[in-house]
Nanobody, 126 residues
Framework: QVQLQESGPDLVEPSQTLSLACTVS??????????WAWIRQVPGKGREWMGT???????YYSSSLKNRLTISRDRSENRFFLQLNSVTPEDTAVYYC??????????????????WGQGTQVTVSS
């Protein structure tokens, strides 16, 4: 059973960089046709797909975030990462890491992901 666990700061100051890590267990992030995503949710709103990294390391980003977002991975530690620059209070949300298998269709739809971390609340505030 694939399990994911987010880690990172609870509080980030405006204009700083948010960095989160997702540790994957029960499976490898390099397994063929597996994709790994960051998804966030603001209270009262639906889940927002931020970006995905595929098993070969190719990245896919939301058009609204691509100028501020970097997703990377460490194969030796079986982890992948989010780096969001120049954060504002509007980036306050619960951040989830998620995974799925299969082709690269509909990567931007959170409903297509099968495995989820528990989520971590991040607040952007001074």
């Amino acid at each position: 059973q694939v399990q994911l666990q987010e880690s990172g700061p609870d509080l980030v100051e405006p204009s700083q960089t948010l960095s989160l890590a997702c540790t994957v267990s029960g499976g490898s992030i390099t397994t063929t046709k597996y994709y790994w995503a960051w998804i966030r949710q603001v209270p009262g709103k639906g889940r927002e797909w931020m970006g995905t990294i595929g098993w070969l390391g190719r990245t896919y980003y939301s058009s609204s975030l691509k100028n501020r977002l970097t997703i990377s991975r460490d194969r030796s530690e079986n982890r992948f990462f989010l780096q969001l620059n120049s954060v504002t209070p509007e980036d306050t949300a619960v951040y989830y890491c998620a995974g799925r298998e299969g082709g690269d269709r509909r990567l931007g739809d959170p409903r297509e992901y099968d495995y989820w971390g528990q989520g971590t609340q991040v607040t952007v505030s001074s």
